[in-house]
């Protein structure tokens, strides 16, 4: 009699993010675009191009919220996760600068992608 281990897993219950196509499973929210003619953008679709943005600051303590513009090196997508509060978000490096950061994806609007590749 064949006998099962215990501590094998099987294929499905192995977590994947891609399907059999090679399709990403999760949603990731979009980025908004300033062009009415784009609804949004797949963040995805952003990494390695260089894009121009703006980003949303919120308010902190007297200092009102603004918005300030800049343009990026996409370099990354970091996928968040909800039930640790953990948003989706860019990994950028900034135009004359020398650090990248991640910004969470809910704070920037696409002005223009300058460059395709």
Not at 73 to 95: C, E, H, M, P, R
Request: aromatic share 12%.
């Amino acid at each position: 009699m064949a006998s099962i281990n215990s501590t094998q897993t099987t294929a499905a219950q192995v977590l994947r993010p891609f399907d059999a196509a090679g399709q990403f499973l999760f949603q990731s929210e979009k980025i908004s675009c300033s062009d009415a003619s784009k609804a949004s953008f797949d963040p995805l679709n952003l990494v390695g191009k260089l894009v121009s943005f703006h980003q949303y600051i919120p308010a902190f303590d007297e200092e009102p919220s603004s918005v300030c513009r800049f343009d990026a090196l996409v370099l990354g997508f970091s996928l968040g996760i909800s039930t640790y509060n953990l948003k989706d978000s860019l990994y950028l490096w900034q135009v004359g600068y020398d650090y990248r950061e991640f910004v969470d994806v809910s704070l920037l609007t696409v002005v223009s992608v300058l460059s395709v590749d």
